[in-house]
């Protein structure tokens, strides 16, 4: 009688629950409009579930995932898999992968899962992921993992800001400098010439004066709350731990501008994982985060205490704080933000030394790299251009770069010969000697690099590159476009590659901001020197005044996007479409159907 009962009462609990079940691999997502509320300031936003960010979605290497994605918005929306290696029919970005999704339908993605790791997932239309639609993927192996942990969690950062991202882009087309809350002052030249003497800290003045731009400039936008998985410092995520476990912290970039650098102050932290591939362990103090990269750290508290994490903007301009403890309510204490960096004239990719000051008179609004990093690591030196207007170079169908003229409004900066200026020949993770951004952890200890990143496994053969590419990264500050060699999106031709050949990226930072550079569908080998270990990423980070050399494996047939992955550099033009030729024929896939949903 007991036990009839009590199968019963299962049966029935089990009946209670079906609708919400999920069968194996299948999983739903709504796209909403969503209250955002920072602490600071409530807004309306987009999200997924009824929230931002959106639900982490945990795959199995291996399955077939099955993905309803209802759209309960009244205008277009789309769903990009950032990092997820799939057919290009289900990558997620309009007028590319698909026409998106319209209001009120319901888009059926349908991919295998072939790999594991840290990704995410968000919006591909316009202004939507700023505004707060993204969230987190968890992947699980197929077999065991090569690093043990006892629990994990995702932190998610992102930099929410109390403006709508369409407006954010209204303000920065009508003034490039309207969300730099640090502008310089007389009183910082008095300090300048106090270092520098006056008659430097005049010709530094002037020099910037010139080129029309200012030495802080280095976050676009400023003003934004940072956020750990949807928290503010003053709400404080909190993830609970027992002394002497082994966490597994997921760190992802989601925000729309902001690069974070990572620490928790009186713990050492192991990096296992770099955009979702194992890399082989690096102990460190403080890491640098791009916007839309990921690292998985593993850290082990010891103490009976709680420990604070920090992740303050690249700019210093804010800082997003959380909190691991042995129990709920417990708090540690909060650093105080570093003070803000300078871009130099390195970052230019021009050094003065004691030869005075340069023509800038063909600057235009960017400036080409001082330095060339070698697969070794050392850098060469730029060809001396001072004075002469630097023609554009357009990328044709074939992938190869043509030399034309400049195009108005475009006018590309000169390439400035640093040889005789004092620049050094050493660069420490790709940014250049005397770089004002040039990154050193807190408490004097070890700050993660590229250079530190070695794969765990290879994942392709190493072998030579089949040709080269050069994407020059340009822009005009005063107008707000950025473009890839001179022009802008709306006005370029695709990149054509052909299936199965090995291509050498050049990027050229012709600008004096950092770029996070993502190709879809395909990885990206960051060359660093290391042959068959060089780590594999799905975005590399180009700083100003440098030159960075990836390579890809060119396995994924079909139309993909290639992009600086800041939001509004994306939107106003720095952004490509790469078409793949040949290969395989593609599976008919089902999950191209559409059906009305509400």
């Known amino acids: 009688m007991k036990i009839s009962y009590s199968l019963a009462a299962a049966g029935l609990a089990v009946a209670l629950l079906a609708p919400s079940l999920s069968v194996a691999g299948e999983y739903n997502l709504t796209v909403d409009r969503v209250t955002i509320d920072t602490g600071e300031f409530i807004r309306q936003g987009v999200g997924y579930n009824g929230a931002s960010p959106g639900p982490v979605l945990r795959f199995k290497e291996g399955e077939d995932v099955v993905i309803n994605v209802t759209n309960n918005l009244s205008e277009m929306t789309s769903i990009h898999w950032h990092g997820l290696i799939l057919p290009y029919q289900q990558d997620g970005v309009p007028n ?7 209001p009120g339908e319901t888009f059926t993605y349908r991919f295998p899962i072939v790999q594991s790791g840290t990704y995410w997932f968000h919006s591909h239309s316009p202004f939507q992921e700023p505004d707060g639609a993204y969230g987190a993927i968890v992947i699980e192996p197929k077999g065991r993992e090569p690093f043990r942990f006892d629990r994990e969690y995702v932190v998610q950062l992102t930099d929410a800001h109390p403006h ?3 407006r954010i882009m209204r303000n920065l ?4 400098d309207y969300y730099n809350r640090k502008q310089r002052t007389i009183g910082d030249f008095f300090k300048d010439a106090e270092k520098m003497g006056f008659d430097a800290a005049l010709r530094d003045r002037l020099d910037w004066g010139d080129m029309r731009m200012l030495p802080n400039d280095i976050e676009d936008v400023q003003g934004f709350v940072p956020l750990i998985n949807g928290k503010s410092a003053q709400q404080n995520w909190t993830g609970l731990f027992n002394p002497g476990e082994r966490v597994r912290l997921r760190f992802i970039n989601s925000s729309a501008m902001a690069y974070f650098d990572v620490r928790i102050p009186g713990l050492k932290m192991t990096v296992v994982q770099a955009d979702g591939n194992n890399v082989q362990p690096v102990n460190v103090d403080e890491f640098r985060i791009a916007v839309a990269e990921t690292y998985d750290v593993i850290v082990r508290p010891e103490e009976d205490k709680a420990f604070t994490i920090f992740a303050e903007s690249m700019g210093r301009t804010a800082y997003a704080r959380g909190t691991l403890a042995p129990r709920a309510g417990m708090e540690a204490e909060v650093p ?6 300078i871009l130099t004239m390195a970052d230019m990719g021009m050094a003065h030394g ?5 023509d800038h008179s063909a600057m235009g609004h960017g400036a080409a790299p001082a330095t060339h990093t070698m697969p070794d690591g050392s850098t060469m030196q730029g060809d001396s251009h001072a004075g002469h207007q630097m ?3 357009h990328t044709m169908p074939d992938g190869t770069v043509m030399q034309g003229d400049s195009h108005a409004g475009h006018q590309m900066p000169a390439a400035m010969d640093h040889s005789q200026h004092g620049m050094s020949k050493e660069v420490d993770g790709f940014y250049a000697a005397g770089s004002g951004l ?5 408490n004097g200890g070890k700050f993660l690099s590229y250079n530190d990143l070695r794969a765990q496994k290879p994942l392709y053969e190493d072998r030579e590159a089949t040709r080269e590419i050069e994407l020059r990264l340009t822009g005009n500050m005063e107008r707000y476009i950025w473009s890839l060699n001179g022009v802008k999106f709306s006005d370029a031709d695709p990149i054509v590659l052909k299936y199965g050949e090995r291509v050498r990226f050049k990027f050229v930072n012709e600008t004096m901001m950092t770029h996070p550079m993502h190709l879809h569908g395909m990885w990206s080998i960051i060359d660093t020197g290391k042959g068959k270990w060089d780590p594999v990423k799905h975005v590399v980070s180009v700083s100003p005044g440098t030159t960075v050399y990836m390579e890809t494996e060119v396995d994924a047939p079909g139309q993909w996007a290639f992009h600086c992955h800041l939001a509004y550099h994306a939107d106003s033009g720095m952004f490509r479409k790469v078409v793949v030729e040949g290969g395989p024929p593609p599976k008919k896939s089902a999950s191209l159907d559409n059906k009305q949903g509400g």
Do not use: C, F, N
């Open 96 to 102: 590319i992968s698909y026409p998106g999704i319209k």
């Open 391 to 393: 023609p554009a170079t």
């Open 164 to 166: 709508s991202g369409a």
């Open 438 to 442: 040039t990154p050193s952890a807190a």
């Open 173 to 176: 087309k009508l003034m490039p």
């Open 354 to 358: 004691d030869h005075g000051s340069m």
């Open 336 to 341: 105080e933000m570093r003070k803000d960096p």
